[in-house]
């Protein structure tokens, strides 16, 4: 049964990690929020796109901040308590270090199922639906930067607009083409890109085309009203096929290596969060005196390895330099000994061999 002292230590953990996680996530979003503006500004990105990028990139973020989010709060919380000597008190009465892990189990449980359904469903398709975005944006405006020079077609072609309008109108655009020794250019005074699925247009209106080769005198001049162009614009490559975007029930059961480590990062989220949470409870034991931050420096030290350990093992699993079958998991393995191990120096279950024979020993 949950008990006051249970309610007590989870309201405790809880309320430190929805500050400690909207602190991160606001941090992080505030930087992506500069990022997609920027492209907005750019016209590599539709206007109306951008709180939708800002939600779809908050989601992602979400599975890495739960968990250290978690590690953070379980560290303050439980340092505070031993800072104002609450636990000092909680002992006294009778309630060990084990106590500690009911209402921690419990938040990391929660937050595991939640960090699985983001990792495992919800960050996919949110993947999957930004790089939609990005896609239809420079589909549909050809991914051009107003005031500067794009190769089209290749390097036969230069095309240069000196601005577009609200209704994705071109202004002052200038294209050359070259074939061999001849070149094309033209100028208008406006234009628009037009996709018809199989190729791309640019329709040009109230401008003039010149046609000739360099260094000759034979060019020919030709004034148009409407005048279309085919043309290539630089978009970005297809990337259907990439790991981060595929659902895990495609995953699942590949023997590309690269599938395999995407599965693996996906599971190891959920898995850090549980790890973490009951790593932090150790961690957490300061002196009365030492104050609430005292070990945070060196929990945030063991984070970083953690993390960093991580992300060298999925680029060695994709590699082929460590087996699939080892994978990410040795990274949890050694997390797990460690926290193992210091929850049984803290229990006192794990003294040393020659002081249980020396206790154990008759007196004479």
């Known amino acids: ?124 398709r949110a993947a999957e639906q930004a790089r939609t975005i990005r ?30 309008g609200e209704d994705r109108q071109l202004r002052e655009v200038f294209i050359q083409r070259r074939d061999g020794d001849d070149v094309e250019v033209a100028l208008a005074g406006s234009g628009e890109l037009r996709d018809d699925g199989e190729r791309r247009m640019l329709i040009l209106y109230d401008g003039r085309r010149y046609e000739g080769t360099p260094g000759q005198r034979n060019f020919r001049i030709i004034s148009f009203a409407e005048h279309g162009i085919p043309i290539e614009m630089p978009t970005e490559e297809a990337t259907a096929d990439e790991p981060d975007v595929m659902p895990t029930a495609e995953l699942l059961g590949s023997p590309d290596v690269a599938h395999i480590a995407e599965l693996q990062w996906r599971l190891s989220m959920p898995l850090s969060a549980l790890l973490l949470g009951l790593l932090a409870v150790p961690l957490s034991r300061t002196q009365p005196r030492q104050g609430r931050y005292g070990k945070l420096a060196a929990a945030v030290l063991v984070y970083l390895i953690y993390s960093n350990l ?39 279950a794990w003294a040393p061999l020659w002081t249980r024979r020396r206790r154990s020993r008759p007196s004479k």
Not at 135 to 164: M, N, Q
Not at 328 to 333: I, L, T, Y
């Open 135 to 164: 896609e239809a944006a420079s589909r549909e405006i050809g991914s051009l930067v107003p005031g500067r020079f794009l190769s089209a077609g290749g390097a036969s072609a230069v095309f240069h607009a000196e601005g577009v």
């Open 1 to 124: 049964m949950f008990r006051i002292l249970d309610r007590y230590i989870f309201r405790e953990i809880a309320a430190t990690w929805v500050a400690v996680t909207g602190v991160l996530l606001f941090v992080l979003l505030t930087n992506q929020l500069a990022r997609v503006l920027g492209q907005a500004a750019a016209d590599k990105l539709p206007k109306a796109a951008v709180f939708t990028m800002l939600w779809l990139t908050s989601v992602q973020y979400l599975t890495v901040l739960i968990p250290i989010g978690l590690f953070l709060a379980v560290m303050l919380a439980l340092g505070r308590l031993y800072r104002d000597s609450e636990m000092t008190a909680l002992m006294a009465c009778g309630a060990g270090p084990r106590r500690l892990y009911r209402p921690v189990l419990l938040l990391a449980i929660l937050l595991v199922t939640v960090i699985g359904w983001l990792s495992l469903d919800v960050g996919p």
């Open 310 to 348: 991580l992300g060298a093992a999925r680029v060695w699993t994709e590699r082929e330099i460590v087996p699939a079958a080892v994978g990410m998991w040795w990274v949890h393995a050694l997390l797990a000994l460690l926290t193992g191990a210091l929850l049984l120096q803290q229990t006192g």
